[in-house]
T-cell receptor, first 115, second 112 residues
Framework: NAGVTQTPKFQVLKTGQSMTLQCAQDMNHNSMYWYRQDPGMGLRLIYY???????DKGEVPNGYNVSRLNKREFSLRLESAAPSQTSVYFC??????????????FGPGTRLLVL | SQQGEEDPQALSIQEGENATMNCSYKTSINNLQWYRQNSGRGLVHLILIRSNEREKHSGRLRVTLDTSKKSSSLLITASRAADTASYFCATSRMDSSYKLIFGSGTRLLVRP
């Protein structure tokens, strides 16, 4: 199993350009997440999808949109990139285990630089 | 605002020594988890402790949870150079079990 995969690994954008970050998981998980990680800030939740067909805002959703394309795929779109969106973006997935606990599994990240 | 805050922000120890990291949080939790992140990589789950547990072990890892003080600690015994990484605590709140709130992390350097 590949686990959680993300594309691209690196991206440089100019201010105002748009792009979509792709994420896919092969663990049949119901829930998927997008985070951003800035130096010294830990991870902050942008959007999440508790199950196929649903999406909800996290802590820092402004400037982003998401699409839960199917159970496997969850994409993050920047419509008009800004320098403040320069960050490392992580996708994660999770599912409830027998003890009703959830552990998240992370992708390798996408490094985005907005000039 | 972030739920968990780690202490210290950075820790440098000699190989073979024990490393202790602390995490404090603000609201009632369902569980608390610790994750590890090697430089330039994604996070990897280490251990989960439920709100009704006080201590948990996994290999060289020992986690404690004190819900009265809203704090947790991660102890890595007999550290190795390969333990060099950033360590994050993450809390799952009672009102939204599938969302995790991450702290800002402790950067651990284990010197050979």
């Amino acid at each position: 199993n590949a686990g959680v995969t993300q594309t691209p690994k690196f991206q440089v954008l100019k201010t105002g350009q748009s792009m979509t970050l792709q994420c896919a998981q092969d663990m049949n998980h119901n829930s998927m997440y997008w985070y951003r990680q800035d130096p010294g800030m830990g991870l902050r939740l942008i959007y999440y999808s508790a199950s196929e067909g649903t999406t909800d805002k996290g802590e820092v959703p402004n400037g982003y949109n998401v699409s839960r394309l199917n159970k496997r795929e969850f994409s993050l779109r920047l419509e008009s990139a800004a320098p403040s969106q320069t960050s490392v973006y992580f996708c994660a997935s999770s599912d409830v285990d027998r003890s009703l606990m959830e552990t998240q599994y992370f992708g390798p990240g996408t490094r985005l630089l907005v000039l | 605002s972030q739920q968990g805050e780690e202490d210290p922000q950075a820790l440098s120890i000699q190989e073979g020594e024990n490393a202790t990291m602390n995490c404090s949080y603000k609201t009632s939790i369902n569980n608390l988890q610790w994750y590890r992140q090697n430089s330039g990589r994604g996070l990897v789950h280490l251990i989960l402790i439920r709100s009704n547990e006080r201590e948990k072990h996994s290999g060289r890892l020992r986690v404690t949870l004190d819900t009265s003080k809203k704090s947790s600690s991660l102890l890595i015994t007999a550290s190795r150079a390969a333990d060099t990484a950033s360590y994050f605590c993450a809390t799952s709140r009672m009102d939204s079990s599938y969302k995790l709130i991450f702290g800002s992390g402790t950067r651990l350097l284990v010197r050979p």
